[in-house]
C-alpha cells in the first residue's frame, strides 16, 4: 500500500509520538545511569507527557474531521492511545524512583533501561515505513519480531533480577521498592511488544 503524501497526516503524527516514547526512554535510561538528575528530569518527563497528549489529540481530532482514512479508523485509535500510554508507563516509572529515594541503581535496571532504548528506537523505525508498507513488510515485521525479542530478554532479566533480590536484599523496604520499579520497567516493554501487535496486526491487513 502507497499512501500518497496528501494522506500522511496520521503517519507523521504517529512518528512524532513514537518520537516522544523514544524520548521518554532516554531519560530513563540517563536516570538509571546516573540518580543524581531524577528530579530534573521529572520535570522533563513531565514536559514530555504533555507533548504526547497534545499529538493524541490532534491525532484523535484529526480522526473526527476525516471521511476516508489510510487504514481502519480503529487502528489510528489503538495506535495513537498506545504510543500515548507508553509515555505513561515511562511517566510511573520516574515518579516511582523519585518517591522511593533510591539510594544506588542496580545494574539489572540500567540493562533494562537500555532494552527500553532499543525498542523504542525499532517503534519508530517502524512507523517511519509504515506508509509505504508494501515495499517494507518485511522490514516492518523483521522489526516487530526484534520488538518481540527484546521484550522476551527483559522479561529473563526481571524474573532473574527479582529471584536475585528477594534471595539477597535483607531491607524489605528495598525488595518492595526495587520490585516495583523493575516491574514497571517489564511493563513497559511488554508495552513495546504490545505496540509491535498492534503493528503487525496493520501489516497482515493491508499488505
Known sequence: MFIGKKNTEFYD?????????????????????????????????????????DINDKIIAQLNHTFITPIDREDIYEIANALDDGVDYLHGTLQRAIIYRIDAIRPTAVEMSKLLLEATAEIMEAFRLL??????????????????????????????EVADIFANVKDP???????????YLEDTLDHCERIADIIRGVVMKYA
Open 13 to 53: 503524527l504517529f512518528i512524532q509520538s513514537a518520537g516522544y516514547f523514544h524520548k521518554g526512554a532516554l531519560i530513563i535510561n540517563e536516570v538509571m545511569q546516573d540518580y543524581s538528575c531524577a528530579e530534573e528530569k521529572m520535570h522533563d518527563i513531565n514536559d514530555l507527557e504533555h507533548a504526547a497528549d
Open 173 to 183: 523496604i528495598e525488595i518492595i521498592k526495587w520490585k516495583d520499579i523493575l516491574e
Open 131 to 160: 506508509h509505504r508498507l508494501q515495499r517494507h513488510e518485511k522490514k516492518i515485521l523483521d522489526i516487530t519480531t526484534h520488538i518481540c525479542h527484546i521484550e522476551s530478554a527483559g522479561d529473563k532479566l526481571y524474573r532473574s
